[in-house]
């Protein structure tokens, strides 16, 4: 199996900034996309940030300019810098990884999704 594990969620006031990390473990061939997605109270889940295996990126409009999606594909995590939050920014933040397993890798890749860390941004 495959695990996501997400940490560095918090408070922070209005302007603040957070970093989010998520490792992945368990039998993984290869890693493909990887991204941040979130979800608000009453609200749909909608993709934050997502990053291939390359490093390119794609950004939701909403947070273009304030938040960077890295990853380390050595040690199988990704990342959300979180800069200039603001209070609409408040959500549970999900990893989501597309992976190809260890040894059936023929049959496709598998999406994985991971616990969800708390974001709360005070104005």
């Known amino acids: 199996q495959v695990q996501l594990v997400e940490s560095g969620g918090g408070l922070v006031q209005a302007g603040g900034s957070l970093r989010l990390s998520c490792a992945a473990s368990?039998?993984?061939?290869?890693?493909?996309?990887m991204g941040w997605y979130r979800q608000a109270p009453g609200k749909q889940r909608e993709l934050v940030a997502a990053i291939t295996s390359g490093g390119s990126t794609n950004y939701a409009d909403f947070v273009k300019g304030r938040f960077t999606i890295s990853r380390d594909n050595a040690k199988k995590t990704v990342y959300l810098q979180m800069n200039g939050l603001k209070a609409e920014d408040t959500a549970v933040y999900y990893c989501n990884a597309m992976v190809l397993r260890r040894g059936i890798e023929m049959r496709g890749q598998y999406e994985y999704w991971g616990q969800g860390t708390q974001v709360t941004v005070s104005s």
């Open positions: 368990g039998s993984i061939s290869t890693i493909n996309n």
